[in-house]
């Protein structure tokens, strides 16, 4: 399984769009086997969803992230967890403990920066 976590600087980003990388985290038996980081190659409506699709990511892990966004991970069948907060890889390790639900955040604007709300 490969889980991305939308990070600024190892941390949860409240934006998914807006985030400075992407951690991308493999897992096997419930338990994070390797991990890397890759920039986010910008923020495009419809092309980030395409993008860590292409990746073969299986879930998203975000603060918040805008409606259409999360119809196209759900389109792809991509898991979505918005609602997120603190560390990149604790997040993905409480995810596959079973311990991180979503919260359902969305944001509803593309004008701002670090605003999101639930």
């Known amino acids: 399984?490969?889980?991305?976590?939308?990070?600024?600087?190892?941390m949860?980003?409240?934006?998914?769009?807006?985030?400075?990388?992407?951690?991308?985290?493999e897992?096997?038996?419930n338990e994070v086997t390797n991990s890397k980081t890759i920039p986010n190659p910008g923020h495009r409506p419809g092309f980030l969803p395409n993008y860590l699709n292409d990746l073969g990511v299986n879930v998203i892990i975000s603060g918040g992230m805008g409606g259409g966004a999360i119809d196209i991970f759900n389109?792809?069948?991509?898991?979505?967890?918005?609602?997120?907060?603190g560390d990149a890889r604790t997040a993905a390790e409480q995810y596959l403990l079973g311990n991180l639900k979503t919260t359902?955040?969305?944001?509803?604007?593309?004008?701002?920066?670090?605003e999101c709300g639930e």
């Open 104 to 114: 359902g955040s969305v944001c509803h604007e593309h004008q701002h920066h670090d």
């Open 1 to 10: 399984m490969k889980i991305a976590v939308a990070s600024d600087r190892g």
């Open 27 to 29: 897992s096997k038996n």
């Open 75 to 85: 389109e792809k069948g991509i898991e979505v967890i918005t609602g997120a907060k």
């Open 12 to 25: 949860v980003t409240e934006h998914f769009g807006h985030c400075e990388s992407f951690d991308i985290f």
